[in-house]
Structure formats: C-alpha cells, structure tokens
C-alpha cells in the first residue's frame, strides 16, 4: 500500500514539475499603442464573415492558437473561463485566429475545450505576419477603441487577463 502511494505521490510531482508554467508573459511589440492590423474572415464555427471592426466599443482578446501546440491546450481553460466571466458583461470579445493549423482541428480542438468565440482560420499566415506572431500561444489586448494595449507570449490567465483590463480601464 505504502509503495503505491509513493509511485502516485512521484508521478504527480513529475506531472507539475513538467507542465508548461502560465505566467502572462508581456513582451514589447511596435504595434503597442497603434491602431490594431484589421482582421476579416470567416468564422470556422458559423462560416460567417468576422472583422475585428465588429467588436468596436469592446476590449478584444486575440489569441493565436493550433491544436498541436502544447501551451495552448495548458491555457484554454483559462480563456473559456475568462469568456464566461465576461460573456454577460458585454465588454469583452474574443476572437482565435489559427496559426499553422486546418480549420478542421482547430475547430476540435475548441469545441473540445468548450470554446465558443469565433475563430479564423489564417491560412495563408498573413494574419500572423501583421500581429508579428512567431508561434502559439501569443495574445493581445485591443482596447474598444482599436489601440493595441498588450501582447502576451506563452499561455495566459483569466486572471492575467482580467488585470490587464482593469489597468487599461483605470487609466481612462
């Protein structure tokens, strides 16, 4: 009994010890505090046009995302709770945009998750390019007025989030 308890006690510490670690990571980018790079495509849920011009009067949380990469599975719980912190608030949109990934698995992968913002797939990665994205997880906070107020690198919290925002706010 005693050696089971050991081998499950070993086990889990070498899971936490091994788990990518969130810590809303924000990096320095020239888009900070310029007006945000336009977006348009469809919505890999609804096959609706979606433009970041839609969400204006809103702070806008844009996450690049693939269904192989690792950190993003870590953070996804992460954005679906802060999306339904928010989801009645009205205040806050959320939009995925694909990065090296088919529509296909990344629609599973947020449907797996319990996602449901709309998401683009960024084929051609022109998206990325214009937002400076090396590789998922990356973020960034549009404020309602269109201005790039963050980026983020790695996987982010609700909580990250939120401060995020409330700093944002506070300084209006």
């Known amino acids: 009994m005693s050696l089971t308890v050991l081998v499950i006690a070993i086990s889990l510490i070498a899971i936490l010890a091994s788990r990518p670690q969130i810590n809303n990571v924000t990096v320095s980018s020239p888009l900070l505090g310029n ?100 590789e998922p997880p990356e973020t960034f906070l549009i404020s309602p007025e269109g201005i790039v107020l963050a980026k983020l690198i790695g996987p982010v919290t609700q909580k990250g989030l939120d401060s995020l925002i409330s700093k944002s706010a506070s300084k209006n």
Request: with cysteine; charged share 15%.
């Open 35 to 134: 007006q945000a790079p336009n977006i348009s495509g469809l919505s890999l849920f609804s096959n609706k046009s979606i433009s970041l011009n839609s969400f204006k009067g809103k702070y806008v949380v844009i996450n690049f995302f693939a269904s192989w990469c690792s950190p993003c599975h870590v953070e996804e719980p992460e954005l679906v709770a802060f999306n339904f912190e928010h989801y009645s608030q009205k205040n806050v949109a959320m939009l995925g945009i694909t990065f090296d990934d088919t529509a296909s698995n990344a629609t599973g992968f947020l449907r797996s998750n319990g996602a449901t913002w709309p998401a683009i797939e960024d084929r051609s990665g022109s998206i990325a390019i214009s937002y400076g994205v090396s």
